[in-house]
């Protein structure tokens, strides 16, 4: 069963702080650091093939080198250690936000390198 994930009203990537801060329509603020943000890399290469949700150590100083729509559910992110396969749905970045920490095999799936909720 979906239910609807609320959607982003405003990305903003601060280099200065290497942070993405994302406002919520439902008034919600998730800031990311960048290097927190490529440590739940939702892409295969990540998260492999089992249903445990992982996390990768990566350097504080990482930054991100491109950052793109994936049509309106997702951001494309280059980080610039070269790595740039994640896709990560507006669903996973609600849920990786630090205040609310992924879950793991009950709280979703990979499918096709993209995290879907139950
Ligand atoms: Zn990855």
Known sequence: MLR???????VALSRSQAQLTIEWEDG??????????RGWCPCAACQG???????H????????????????????????????SGIYTWTWLRQIAPD???????????????FEEP
């Open 4 to 10: 609807r994930v609320p959607q982003p009203v405003d």
């Open 28 to 37: 919600a603020v998730s800031r990311l650091p960048i290097a927190y943000l």
């Open 49 to 55: 093939h089992g249903t445990v949700v992982q996390y």
């Open 57 to 84: 150590e990566a350097p504080d100083d990482l930054g991100i080198e491109l950052m793109a729509e994936a049509g309106a559910y997702a951001l494309h992110l280059r980080f610039s250690d070269g790595h740039d």
């Open 100 to 114: 609310s920490p992924p879950k793991g095999l009950k709280n979703g799936r990979f499918v096709g390198g993209r």
